[in-house]
């Protein structure tokens, strides 16, 4: 499939709703409330960063799809990233990844991390195309369905 015109650009509060729909719609993401999205701008408390793809056709742009990463001293960790359905397999999960990637780098991040379940093919895809590495199983992580988790992380320092 051809690769969708996107633009990843960091949320700002209105995008929230946007960002909820996507992953409400989302078998394989993190469910969050409202206020715990609106908590990621907020300057008390853990940082999040969260970076969405806007896609422009014709005078309208919306959002298609986000990626979410909590920042702890120079640790990185991806919580939840999702595209659109209708605009998967067109690299935007890519360049959502590659985007967190070049703000931890820009921050001085030294490592990211992610965990994800054993049965997403297409995230786990996504993630060893970003050169990360399975470190270890989390047993029964996951509920609802129970699941084991994929621990998976890469360093920040190489190119890749
Ligand atoms: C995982 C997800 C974000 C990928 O987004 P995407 O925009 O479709 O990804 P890309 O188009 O950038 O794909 C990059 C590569 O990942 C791999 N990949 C992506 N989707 C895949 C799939 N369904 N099956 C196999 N490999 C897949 C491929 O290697 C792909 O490269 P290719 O298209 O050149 O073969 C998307 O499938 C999604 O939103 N899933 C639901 C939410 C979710 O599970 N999030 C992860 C929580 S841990």
Redesign the pocket.
């Known amino acids: ?1 051809s690769s969708l015109r996107a633009t990843i650009r960091k949320a700002v509060p209105a995008d929230v709703p946007a960002v909820i729909a ?2 409400q719609a ?5 469910h969050w409330t409202e206020s715990e999205y609106s908590s990621i701008f907020s300057p008390k408390g853990v940082r999040r960063v969260l970076c969405v793809a806007e896609s422009a056709a014709g005078d309208d742009a919306s959002v298609v ?1 986000f990626v979410l990463a909590r920042v702890v001293a120079n640790e990185w960790e ?1 919580e ?6 209708a ?11 590659s985007a967190v990637i070049e703000q931890a780098r820009l921050e001085s991040g030294s490592r990211m991390f ?4 054993r049965s ?4 786990i ?2 993630y ?2 970003m050169s990360f590495h399975q470190d270890g199983i989390r047993r029964s992580y996951y509920k609802d369905p129970e699941e084991d988790a994929l621990l998976f992380s890469r360093s920040l320092e190489n190119s890749s």
Do not use: F, P
């Open positions: 499939m996507l992953e989302s078998a394989g993401a993190a799809g991806i939840n990233i999702v595209v659109d359905g605009s998967q397999r067109r690299g935007i999960g890519r360049a959502l990844v992610l965990e994800v379940r997403n093919a297409a995230a895809s996504l060893m195309l």
